[in-house]
């Protein structure tokens, strides 16, 4: 798994690198007429917003997945209240014995006791 996170990861950084060295020019950002200009390397400002909107994915991809991570923990829950059902029903079945067994047990000491 780890590898395949890489074979897809790989390209992507070395793109980002290749785009940093390759545009050192500096850029002037204004974000409001009420906020001084910011200038800062073009590189830097886009790997900024590229990482922004990859942080901004993978917040919306966690709160998308909320509802699956909910299910698995109900699932979880009904898996081990079941599994305690069916030892639960183990132990009484092994405490309940049928009388036809009781007897089939009888006659087999019975017939062990007769055979020298």
């Given at each position: 798994m780890a590898f395949l996170k890489w074979l897809f990861a790989l390209?992507?950084?070395i793109a980002s690198v290749s785009f940093a060295i390759a545009n050192p020019d500096t850029i002037t950002l204004t974000w409001s007429p009420f906020?001084?200009?910011l200038t800062l390397p073009l590189y830097?400002?886009?790997l900024g917003f590229l990482?922004?909107?990859f942080l901004l994915g993978a917040v919306m991809t966690w709160f998308g997945m909320g509802k699956v991570r909910s299910d698995r923990r109900a699932y979880k829950k009904d898996v081990k209240r079941l599994e305690k059902?069916?030892?639960d029903?183990?132990?009484k079945k092994s405490e309940q014995t049928d009388p036809l067994l009781k007897?089939?047990?009888k006659d087999q000491k019975e017939l062990?006791?007769?055979i020298p």
């Open positions: 390209p992507f950084i906020h001084d200009k830097a400002a886009s990482g922004f909107g059902e069916i030892k029903q183990k132990s007897r089939i047990e062990q006791s007769l």
